[in-house]
């Protein structure tokens, strides 16, 4: 999807309405890959499946009538922010009906999002995310990659123009920060 979608996506703001359908149906397959990831069979969530999360990201991505990515890497770290927002406006839904309490019991590795079950856990990582991208934004872009967007340490590696090892070194500091902020430890 790299020089081609670059192209497809040019011809498609310059009017073409074929390239227009082009780029329509090159997004759909990497979406449902992305959705597939973060929702995979470990997460058994009933109200949020793969093609509720890869359709509502569609229609997010697709609000305008060419989107304005600059390429592959944009459309990844765009798709990524939409299913993130899309699993945070769901976890928010299902805290406001559970209304529990709890410790914080969510592990942050990249196979599955577990928004059903826990939900405020969920909210909690997006605003240390939030924070962390404060203070060093390409951390912040490697959870949101791996974790929401479901990508593996060499494509994220791909989309963000970095070598494995420095995916691999930030995706563990990001992590133990995170861990850190979300046990309250301010240190």
């Keep these: 999807m790299s020089l081609a ?11 073409d309405p ?8 090159r997004v759909y ?29 569609y229609l997010r991505l697709f609000r305008t009538v060419v989107p304005d990515w600059q390429d592959r890497r944009h459309f990844y770290s765009v798709a990524s922010m939409a299913m993130r927002q899309i ?3 769901h976890a928010r839904k299902r805290a406001a009906a559970k209304r529990g309490g709890g410790q ?10 577990p928004v059903d079950d826990q939900p405020e856990e969920i909210i909690a990582l997006d605003e240390a995310l939030s924070r962390l991208a404060e203070i060093d934004n390409r951390l912040a872009q490697i959870v949101q990659l791996r974790y929401f967007g479901g990508l593996s340490v060499e494509e994220v590696a791909r989309v963000l123009d970095v070598s494995e090892p420095t995916v691999k ?12 902020t979300l046990r309250g430890d301010e240190s």
């Design 87 to 89: 699993i945070l406006d």
């Design 18 to 25: 074929r390239a227009l359908d082009d780029l329509l149906a």
């Design 169 to 180: 070194r930030d995706w563990r500091k990001a992590r133990a920060l995170l861990f850190h």
């Design 5 to 15: 979608f670059t192209r497809i996506l040019r011809a498609a703001r310059g009017g």
């Design 104 to 113: 914080f019991a969510l592990e942050l590795d990249s196979t599955n999002v």
């Design 29 to 57: 397959e990497p979406l449902k890959e992305i959705a597939r990831k973060r929702l995979r069979a470990g997460n058994r969530s009933v109200t949020l499946d793969t093609g509720s999360l890869v359709h509502e990201a």
